[in-house]
C-alpha cells in the first residue's frame, strides 16, 4: 500500500533543495537521508533524500537526484510516497490519512452537504475541503467537535456546524457584512 507522507512545494535556494509540505505525524522518522520515495507524476521519481533539515517551521528536503534549482522547480508540486506493508490497527482511532477521507459524503445530520475534496494539514489543525453540489469550496475544522464522527466504511462524514459555517464563503449574499445597510 502507497502512503502519501510529503507534497514538495517552492525550491530553496540554488542547491536544489526543496520545502515540502509534511503530512505525516512521524517527519524525523520519514525523512532520513537514504530514504527512496515513490512519486507522483512518476515522471519525477523515485527520489532518494540526501539531506533534510528545519528551517523555522519548514522542512527543506535535497535530493540526490536534483543537483540545482533549475531541477527543483520541475519537481514542484509532485506528491511523495513510501510503501507500508499494513497500517496498525490500533492506531485507527488516531487519525486519517487523505486518501481515506477525499471522495466520502459530508452530512449534516442525515442531510448530505457535499463531498470531502482534501484534507489540509495545518500546523494547529487540520482542515477538510467539502465541495457542495453548487462547487462550493467549504473548509472544515478537522476537530472532534464539528465532525465527530468518520465512517470510512460507510462512506461518509458527519459534521456538527457551528452557526455561518456553511455560509462564510457564500459570496451570493445580497446582506451589507457590516449589517448597516445603505446610509442616506
Known sequence: MQLQVARIGKPHGIRGEVTVQVLTDAPSERFVAGTEFIVEPASAGPL???????????????????ADRNEAEVIRGAKLFIETEELDDEDDDEGWYEHELVGLEARVGSQVVGKVAALNTMPVQDLLM????????????????????????????????????????????????DGAGDEA
Open 48 to 66: 532518494t533524500i540526501s539531506s533534510a533539515r528545519w528551517n523555522k517551521d519548514i522542512l527543506l528536503l535535497g535530493f540526490e537526484e536534483i
Open 130 to 177: 467539502v465541495k457542495t453540489d453548487e462547487g462550493k469550496e467549504i473548509l472544515v475544522p478537522f476537530v472532534e467537535e464539528i465532525v465527530p464522527e468518520v465512517n470510512v466504511a460507510g462512506g461518509y462524514i458527519l459534521i456538527t456546524p457551528p452557526a455561518g459555517l456553511f455560509e462564510v464563503n457564500d459570496d451570493s449574499s445580497e446582506e451589507p457584512r
